[in-house]
Antibody
């Protein structure tokens, strides 16, 4: 059964870079037909898609974050990662990684990693 | 971006009730729509994809319908474990966008 697990610092200072890694287990990140995605949810609010990446590093980013976001794949470790630069309090959220079926739907999801932006 | 608008924002129901949630897209998205269930403190779970296809393992009391701009999620007989927040998501265009959520509460 495919499982995803987010990891990374839970506290980031304003103007610094948020970095998260998602480790995939129970399946290969090189599987065809699957993209790998990051989605975030501010406390008590709705869901925002951040971006999706294929194992060959083909990426789609949300234009609202595109200037600050980058995603990478490390196939040897079965991981993919997110970097978000110049963070502000508005970037405080629960960050989920998920498998994206043919880049359309998201299933399954990781349990989420809370990242707080504060000095 | 395609805006997804769900209604109502919350709905109260009793066990056994039929509940319907609506999702409207700001432009036509064919059948490129998914529904998710999120329980407190948990990650969202895919219920329905391609507007009406039931994800494996999801109970058959959940069903989806619609195409173009108007979609519905129906729970035919509400069960205690169904009290949660439900989100729609369009997959017709990038960026992928979600509705604001509908909370299904116990009456």
């Amino acid at each position: 059964q495919l499982q995803l697990q987010e990891s990374g610092p839970g506290l980031v200072k304003p103007s610094e870079t948020l970095s998260l890694t998602c480790t995939v287990s129970g399946g290969s990140i090189r599987s065809s037909s699957y993209y790998w995605a990051w989605i975030r949810q501010p406390p008590g609010k709705g869901l925002e898609w951040i971006g999706s990446i294929y194992y060959n590093e083909n990426t789609y980013y949300n234009p609202s974050l595109k200037s600050r976001v980058s995603m990478f794949v490390e196939t040897s470790k079965n991981q993919f990662s997110l970097k978000l630069t110049s963070v502000t309090a508005a970037d405080t959220a629960l960050y989920y990684c998920a498998r994206s079926i043919a880049s359309f739907w998201f299933d399954p999801w990781g349990q989420g990693a809370l990242v707080t932006v504060s000095s | 971006d395609i805006q997804m608008t769900q209604s109502p924002s919350s709905v109260s129901g009793s066990v056994g009730d039929r509940v319907t949630i609506t999702c409207r897209a700001s432009q036509g998205i064919s059948s490129w729509l998914a529904w998710y269930q999120q329980k407190p403190g948990k990650a969202p779970k895919l219920l329905i994809y391609a507007a009406s296809s039931l994800q494996s393992g999801v109970p058959s009391r959940f069903s989806g319908s619609g195409s173009g701009t108007d979609f519905t999620l129906t729970i035919s007989s509400l069960q205690p474990e169904d009290f949660a927040t439900y989100y729609c998501q369009q997959a017709n265009n990038f960026p992928r966008t979600f509705g604001q959520g509908t909370k299904v509460e116990i009456k």
